[in-house]
């Protein structure tokens, strides 16, 4: 990922001092800027589902991918709505996730084995 890309998704991310894409819109009008918000709408629409997941009581599966480019698996169970949704992503993806709040804990709780 793009070190100026990854940069933006962060400051998207950040709750105490988020990036205005109104003040800046500018910046989001450039291919690395679309590429940001794209990122980053992917990766909070993924932690919703997470999130959702969790709060159902069932855990989402995370599986490391042996491909070329070391993807990430994710695999959430949406008992809900009897469904699934499966996510690849990059390294660099995966680690903006995790940063999110409430994500790494679900990482923790997928890892640890079924009781």
């Keep these: 990922m793009d070190p100026f890309v990854r940069r933006l ?3 998207l991310h950040d709750p105490a001092q988020p990036l205005s894409r109104n003040r800046h819109f ?4 450039t291919p690395e800027g679309r ?4 990122v980053s709408r ?3 629409s993924l932690q919703r589902d ?12 995370f599986f ?6 070391g993807e990430t698996r994710i695999e ?7 469904g699934r949704r499966v996510s690849m992503l990059q390294d660099a993806e995966f680690e903006l996730l995790s940063q999110l709040p409430g994500v790494q804990e679900a990482l923790e709780e997928a890892l640890e ?3």
């Design 35 to 38: 590429s940001a918000l794209k």
């Design 9 to 11: 998704v962060e400051r």
């Design 42 to 44: 992917r990766l909070k």
């Design 113 to 115: 084995p079924a009781a």
């Design 64 to 69: 490391r991918q042996m491909g070329p480019d």
């Design 26 to 29: 500018h910046t989001f009008d």
């Design 76 to 82: 959430l169970l949406m008992e809900r709505i009897q």
């Design 50 to 61: 997470i999130m959702a997941c969790r709060k159902e009581g069932s855990r989402a599966r």
